[in-house]
């Protein structure tokens, strides 16, 4: 077969690839930003998207602000990108949604795990759910899900007893999957899905949680190229088909569960007395988008209700399940840490406290504040301006020997937020910063009260419109599960300190760095704890 009919196609498509080439490289040479202190690109195609993608940055980014200061640039293939820890720069960014949103790269990726729930819309459109969603997460609808936290911590607690007890003294399990099947039963709208016991069987819809939730554990060069070329999306791919099939059936779950809340409402309104469950999302959430206070443009479609259910569903357990990894990791590492917050846990006398009782232990404040503080579930963030503007710095900049206290920044720069490396900056908390010291919440260092953060002084829940909607919810659901937990065990880590590593992927969960291939885990031995 002659190529010569397609010689014209072929012509066309490398031209426009030339062109976006040098549309590219005009962009680059044109950069105000090029001007800013910062690292050579140790690849000209690429600069450094492939150290960006396949790894943390956090720790070169660390080792950049050392050699170049708080505020400098870098390439990622054809753009220039900002990085700061100029915390008044940070307050400007995180304050300014309209003008410093999330990239469409960012957006339309994670929009094929979870579809377009409310953190991936831009500020307009973000502002408006918001106002739906937002009373379903205030203070008083956060205190009604106590029972259902305590309710599923201690059916963990049974379960490892009942693991505990088959195994003789001790139990070796993999703490990650129980805490991560605990807070996926939390999450479920009130539904049993069959994931808190200890014969557990596979089902479609904890095989989409699972497979959406923990997909990769290494980073490889496709699902590079189609994050920084959107429209290679169009090429069809396995993980992105298993991706749809996931986001389907967990669509189909939540829709059935908001038809049943909408039935109970209506059956309500003709006199029928329908009991809402005490920690039910779904119907608060239902609730507020049939409130008389929105008009009928305000209300969301059914789709984009299923949207932010697919996202709480995926989000809302997966992080807490990581943060409470995190924090047994780091008490069974210190068993003084440990000892000393179990003994503050057992002068409540109940099993079944209060909020306000839980909100009284102050070590255990200071230990989750620490664990959050130092393992931030997602490392970094990226936003993107979306018009012309001059980013205020708290501390000036040299640009061509010149001071600036002011930088312009174009339309369609990207901007990373390095979240571990603000956290944990010596510059703010202090030579002790990568230490983990509980005691440290007793008597913070000013400078920390300068980060713009929404909790604790620390940049792992975000800060302005789109702090996390949910991080009540997160801290008070692993309050209750370290109070129930911690009372009746002891744990002691289930390998070597050093085998403990973090997955190179959006997400922070833990893994055995001698065995990356098996996923996220986290291995413990267990004991039951036995007063004296």
């Given at each position: ?6 010689w014209?196609?072929?012509c066309?498509?490398l ?6 080439l040098w549309?590219?490289c005009?962009?680059?040479?044109r950069?105000?930003l ?12 690429l600069?450094?998207?492939w150290?960006f993608?396949?790894?943390?940055p956090?720790e070169?980014?660390e080792?950049?602000?050392?050699s ?6 870098y ?13 008044k ?8 949604d309209?003008v ?13 795990l ?11 459109e973000?502002?408006r ?19 259902l936290?305590?309710s599923?911590?201690c059916q963990?607690r049974d379960?490892?007893?009942l ?21 996926l039963?939390?999450?479920s709208?009130?539904?049993d ?16 949680f699972?497979?959406v939730?923990q ?11 189609r ?6 999306r169009i ?9 749809a ?9 939540a ?8 039935r109970?409402m209506e059956e309500?309104?003709v006199?029928?007395?329908v ?10 959430l ?11 443009g305000q ?5 984009t209700?299923?949207?932010?259910c ?8 997966d ?11 780091n008490?069974?590492?210190y ?15 109940t ?24 393992y931030p579930?997602?490392?970094?963030s990226?936003r993107?301006?979306?018009e012309d ?5 708290g501390?000036s900049v040299?640009i ?7 930088i312009?920044?174009e339309?369609?720069?990207?901007i990373v937020?390095s ?11 202090g030579?002790?910063?990568?230490e983990f ?6 008597n913070?260092?000013e400078?920390v ?10 940049l ?6 789109h ?16 109070y ?5 065990f002891?744990f002691e ?5 050093e085998?403990?590593g ?5 997400l ?5 760095l ?16 036995r007063r004296?």
């Amino acid at each position: 077969m002659s190529l010569l009919p397609l010689w014209p196609l072929i012509c066309a498509v490398l031209a426009a690839a030339l062109f976006k080439l040098w549309r590219a490289c005009v962009r680059v040479q044109r950069s105000t930003l090029r001007h800013l202190p910062g690292p050579e690109s140790p690849s000209v195609p690429l600069g450094f998207a492939w150290q960006f993608w396949s790894t943390d940055p956090t720790e070169m980014h660390e080792e950049w602000v050392k050699s170049y200061g708080r505020t400098l640039s870098y390439r990622i293939l054809s753009d220039i990108c900002l990085f700061t820890m100029d915390t008044k720069a940070l307050a400007h960014i995180l304050t300014h949604d309209s003008v410093f949103q999330k990239p469409y790269k960012v957006r339309t990726y994670i929009a094929e795990l979870v579809g377009l729930g409310m953190p991936l819309f831009n500020a307009r459109e973000h502002r408006r759910q918001r106002r739906v969603v937002n009373p379903a997460f205030g203070p008083m609808q956060i205190r009604e899900f106590t029972d259902l936290f305590l309710s599923k911590a201690c059916q963990l607690r049974d379960i490892l007893s009942l693991e505990v007890a088959m195994h003789g003294s001790v139990a070796k399990l993999d703490l990650y999957t129980w805490l991560h099947r605990m807070s996926l039963d939390i999450i479920s709208f009130g539904y049993d899905i069959g994931t808190l016991n200890v014969e557990a069987r596979s089902n479609e819809l904890c095989d989409a949680f699972r497979l959406v939730a923990q997909s990769v554990t290494r980073m490889s060069v496709w699902p590079m190229l189609r994050f920084f070329f959107p429209f290679l999306r169009i090429f069809p791919e396995e993980q992105s088909r298993r991706f749809a099939k996931a986001r389907k059936v967990m669509g189909e779950f939540a829709s059935i569960r908001i038809d049943e809340k909408k039935r109970e409402m209506e059956e309500s309104k003709v006199g029928k007395h329908v009991r809402r469950r005490r920690g039910d999302f779904l119907t608060l959430l239902v609730e507020a988008n049939m409130g008389s206070n929105l008009s009928e443009g305000q209300r969301l479609s059914d789709e984009t209700i299923i949207d932010e259910c697919r996202t709480i569903l995926v989000a809302g357990h997966d992080t807490t399940a990581i943060t409470l990894s995190w924090f047994f990791y780091n008490i069974a590492l210190y068993p003084n840490i440990q000892e000393k917050l179990r003994n503050e846990l057992l002068t409540i006398s109940t099993d079944h406290p209060t909020i306000e009782e839980l909100s009284s232990l102050h070590y255990l404040d200071c230990v989750l504040r620490e664990v959050v503080r130092l393992y931030p579930v997602l490392p970094s963030s990226l936003r993107i301006a979306t018009e012309d503007t001059l980013l205020p710095l708290g501390e000036s900049v040299n640009i061509n020997g010149q001071a600036h206290d002011r930088i312009w920044v174009e339309k369609g720069t990207p901007i990373v937020i390095s979240i571990m490396a603000m956290n944990r900056d010596k510059t703010l908390w202090g030579e002790d910063a990568f230490e983990f010291k509980p005691e440290r919440w007793d008597n913070l260092p000013e400078t920390v009260s300068s980060i713009p953060g929404i909790w604790a002084n620390n940049l792992t829940f975000m800060g302005g419109q789109h702090a996390c909607l949910g991080y009540r919810f997160s801290l008070n659901e692993t309050k209750v599960a370290v109070y129930t937990l911690l009372r009746a065990f002891e744990f002691e880590l289930g390998l070597p300190a050093e085998d403990v590593g973090r997955t190179p992927t959006m997400l922070m969960r833990p893994m055995r760095l001698s065995d990356p291939d098996s996923g996220p885990q986290l291995p413990m031995l267990v004991r039951p704890y036995r007063r004296d």
